[in-house]
């Protein structure tokens, strides 16, 4: 089967810094990215990692084991604005089109 | 830029009517993609298409059928419509599989 697990909701503070955590079980592995999603919104690209390692984009930075299956989402000087959900989605082989499993998200609340 | 762009934005139907969803991309994008989002469930692939001409399932799509008769365009097609099809439906596209996909603002659909 294939499944992903994160955590349904994170709490913090503004100025903080928060990971949210995605560990995967798929037949097939491409790689493992992240999407936000606002409240009443479009998902919109954060981020992606086909190797193992640490990729940063400004105050976001996504890492990836392969070996563990695992991944997170690191978002640093929180604001208020990145109250949002948070979903990662590992990309299938090229036999399955490389379609994306997503997880069910993660809602994040950023407190004054 | 528009990107990619949904049509109708809101709609309600009753129980049995048809419909069509309408998704427009203007990236020259080759795969296109419709989801659900129900409260809960994360993203659903429902049908996709890799190029013009071609559509194949996703994982759920039954009561959908699907065309893409123009690269840039992707109907989204309800038959007879039920209420466990009330959702929110995402167009999503993008140049390869393996591309961060470019998402649709939604289609907020209830049936009655």
């Known amino acids: 089967g294939q499944s992903l697990e994160q955590p349904s909701e994170v709490t913090a503070v503004e100025g903080a810094i928060v990971q949210i955590n995605c560990t995967y079980q798929?037949?097939?592995?491409?790689?493992l990215s992240w999407y936000q999603q606002h409240d009443g919104g479009a998902p919109t690209f954060l981020s992606y990692n086909a190797l193992d390692g640490l990729e940063e984009t400004g105050r976001f930075s996504s890492f990836l084991s392969r070996s563990d299956s695992y991944g997170y989402l690191l978002l640093q000087e929180l604001q208020m604005k990145d109250s949002a959900s948070y979903f990662c989605?590992?990309?299938?082989?090229?036999?399955?089109?490389?379609?994306?499993?997503w997880g069910l998200g993660t809602s994040l609340a950023v407190n004054p | 830029n528009a990107g990619v762009t949904q049509t109708p934005k809101f709609r309600v139907l009753k129980t049995g009517q048809s419909m069509t969803l309408l998704c427009a991309q203007d990236?020259?994008?080759?795969?296109m993609y419709w989801y659900r989002q129900d409260p809960g469930m994360g993203l659903r692939l429902i049908h996709y298409?890799?190029?013009?001409?071609?559509?194949a399932k996703g994982e759920v799509p039954d009561g959908y059928n699907v065309s893409r008769l123009k690269k840039q365009n992707f109907l989204l097609g309800l038959e007879s419509a039920a209420p466990s099809q009330t959702s929110v439906y995402f167009c999503?596209?993008?140049?390869?599989?393996?591309?961060?996909?470019?998402f649709g603002d939604g289609t907020r659909l209830s049936i009655l």
């Open positions: 990236m020259n994008h080759e795969y």
């Open positions: 798929t037949s097939g592995f491409y790689g």
């Open positions: 298409s890799v190029g013009e001409g071609t559509t």
């Open positions: 999503a596209s993008c140049a390869r599989g393996d591309q961060p996909q470019h």
């Open positions: 989605a590992v990309i299938g082989p090229a036999g399955n089109n490389r379609k994306l499993i």
